[in-house]
C-alpha cells in the first residue's frame, strides 16, 4: 500500500483501537500492524503527538511480565475527533469510489 | 545496532526535549524491544522495524512541535556526530565560554563598584582635610583682625554709654596717636547724620502729600455740603411765603408741600456731605483735629500737642538708654568669653593694651 495512503488511514485506526479498549504501546502496534502494515517506529510518534493534543491520556498499570506498562485511553476529545476522522474517511471513500465507479463505466 | 547502542542514539538525539518526556519516550522503545525479543526476534531485528533513527527522532519531534534540525546531536547535513564540530560538544563549549565571561562580567562588575566605594570614601577625607586646614588659616590669620574688631566695637560701647558727651574716648585715641580710629568714627557720624535727614525729608514729604489729598477731599464736600444748605435756605424762606399765602386761601398747597420736601432733602443731603469729610484721629484727650474746629482752637490745641510731644521724647529718651546699657553689657560679655578662649590656645597672646578705657570699663561695672 502507498505510504502516503496509510499514513492518511493511520491515525483513523489508533483511535478506534484504543476506543474499544486501553493499550500499551506494544500492544497497539500489534492491533495496527494487522490492519496497515507500517514501520513501527511511526505509531509511537503518533501516540506521542495525540498525547500532547489531548486526545488520549495515559496511566501505567503493573505489569506480571515486566516492568509497569503505559496504557492509553481515549478522551472525550479524542472520541470526537476519531468521530470527526470516520466521517471525513466515508465521505472521501464514497466520493473517490463513485468516481471511479462512474470513470469504469464512462 | 544493538539495543543499548540504539537507545544511547535515540537518547542524544532527543536530548533537545525535557528530561521526564526524555525518559517516558526511552523506556517505551525499551519495552517494545525488550517485547519483540522475548517474541522470538533478536534485537537487531527489533530495532530495524523502527527505521532510521533520524527519520524516527523527527517524527518524534513533530509531535512536540520541535524542528527536527535543533538543538546538539541532530544531523548537520553529513551525518550522525561525524566529528565536523556542530555536534552537541561545540554546543558545550559555548556554553563554558558564556559561563566564563558571565563570571568574569561579574567579577569586574563587582571590582568596579568596590573601586568607586573607596574614591568616595577618599575624596570624602580629601574635601574634609581641605576643609579642617582653611578653617585653621582662617582662624589664625583673622585673629589679630578679630582682636582689633573687639577692641573697636569695645571702645564704641563706651562711648555711646557715656552720657556726658565727654570726649575722653577720642582723646584717649588721640593720645595713642590712632588717628583711624578718630577718621572712622567721625565718618560714620555723618553717615548717620545724613540718614537721619534724608529719612525727616522722605517723612515731611509724606506729610505734605496726605495734607494735600485731605484738603480737597475736605473742601469738596464742604462746597457741596454749602451749596446744598444755601438751597435749602431758599426753599425753607419760599415755604414760609407760600404758608402765608395758602392761609390767605390761595391755591398753593402742593407747592407748599414740595417746598418743605425739597427743604428737609437739601438739609439732609448737606449733613451727609458734612459727614464724609476726611477726620484726623485724636491724639490725646486735650489733642483735637484742626479741620473739625476752626482756627480760634488752634493754639489750645498747638499748646497741647507740644506738651505730649515732650513726654513722647523723655520716654524715648529714657528707653534708649536702657536698650545702650543691656547692649554694652553683652558686649562685654561676650568679649571676655573670646578673651578667655584665646588665652586657652598656643598661640601667644598680645600684649594687652593699657588705657583708660579698662579703668573707665571698671567704674561702670
Redesign the interface.
Known amino acids: 500500500m502507498n505510504a502516503q495512503l496509510k499514513k492518511g488511514v493511520l491515525e483513523l485506526v489508533v483511535l478506534e483501537s484504543v476506543r474499544q479498549r486501553d493499550m500499551y ?2 500492544e497497539l ?1 500489534e492491533e495496527v500492524s494487522k490492519v496497515v502494515d507500517v ?4 505509531i ?3 501516540l ?2 495525540l498525547t ?1 493534543e489531548r486526545y488520549f491520556e495515559t496511566y501505567l498499570r503493573e505489569s506480571t511480565e ?2 509497569p ?2 496504557y492509553y485511553h481515549l478522551t472525550a476529545a479524542g472520541v470526537l475527533y476519531r468521530d470527526t476522522l470516520e466521517k471525513e474517511w466515508n465521505e472521501l471513500t464514497e466520493k473517490v469510489g463513485a468516481f471511479l465507479e462512474g470513470c469504469k463505466n464512462g | 545496532m544493538d539495543k543499548n547502542t540504539f537507545m544511547r542514539e535515540l537518547e542524544r538525539s532527543l536530548s533537545v526535549l525535557q528530561e521526564s518526556e526524555l525518559r ?2 526511552l ?3 525499551e ?2 524491544i ?3 525479543v522475548k517474541s522470538g526476534l533478536s534485537e537487531e531485528e527489533a530495532i530495524a ?3 532510521s533513527i533520524p ?2 527522532t523527527a ?2 519531534l ?3 512541535h520541535v524542528r527536527a534540525d535543533f538543538g546538539p546531536g541532530q544531523r548537520d547535513g553529513d551525518g550522525w556526530n561525524d566529528g565536523d564540530g556542530s555536534s552537541e560538544d561545540q554546543g558545550d563549549g559555548e556554553k563554558e565560554l558564556r559561563a566564563a565571561a558571565e563570571t568574569w562580567k561579574a567579577r569586574a562588575a563587582g571590582s568596579f563598584s568596590e573601586l568607586g566605594r573607596r574614591a568616595v570614601r577618599l575624596a570624602r577625607m580629601a574635601g574634609r582635610w581641605v576643609s579642617d586646614v582653611f578653617v585653621f588659616w582662617r582662624e589664625f590669620l583673622g585673629r589679630p583682625f578679630r582682636r582689633f574688631s573687639r577692641f573697636w566695637k569695645q571702645r564704641r560701647e563706651e562711648q555711646l554709654y557715656r552720657t556726658d558727651g565727654s570726649m575722653e574716648m577720642e582723646n584717649a585715641g588721640k593720645k595713642r596717636g590712632n588717628a583711624g580710629v578718630s577718621l572712622g568714627r567721625t565718618a560714620g557720624s555723618f553717615g548717620r547724620r545724613l540718614a537721619g535727614m534724608a529719612k525727616r525729608c522722605f517723612n515731611s514729604l509724606i506729610r505734605l502729600t496726605v495734607w494735600t489729598v485731605r484738603f480737597f477731599w475736605n473742601g469738596t464736600w464742604i462746597f457741596l455740603a454749602g451749596c446744598m444748605g444755601g438751597t435749602g435756605l431758599m426753599f425753607l424762606f419760599g415755604l414760609g411765603v407760600l404758608a402765608v399765602l395758602m392761609v390767605q386761601g390761595y391755591p398753593v398747597a402742593g407747592v407748599t408741600l414740595g417746598c418743605l420736601g425739597a427743604t428737609v432733602s437739601l438739609f439732609s443731603a448737606a449733613g451727609l456731605a458734612m459727614t464724609l469729610r476726611w477726620k484726623k484721629k485724636k491724639k490725646g484727650p486735650g489733642a483735637v483735629s484742626q479741620w473739625e474746629n476752626g482756627e480760634a482752637e488752634e493754639e489750645a490745641s498747638a499748646g497741647t500737642e507740644a506738651a505730649g510731644e515732650e513726654n513722647r521724647a523723655e520716654s524715648w529718651k529714657e528707653s534708649q538708654e536702657e536698650n545702650r546699657e543691656e547692649t554694652w553689657k553683652v558686649n562685654q560679655e561676650e568679649i571676655r568669653e573670646e578673651t578667655w578662649k584665646e588665652s586657652q590656645t598656643d598661640i601667644p597672646a598680645e600684649p594687652e593694651h593699657e588705657s583708660g578705657c579698662g579703668k573707665e570699663g571698671g567704674q561702670y561695672a
Do not use: C, W
Open positions: 504501546g506494544y502496534v514501520n513501527e517506529g511511526t509511537y510518534p503518533l506521542k503527538r500532547n515486566g516492568p506498562r503505559k | 517516558d519516550i523506556s517505551e522503545y519495552q517494545h525488550d517485547m519483540k522495524d523502527f527505521g527519520e524516527l517524527e518524534i513533530e509531535a512536540y
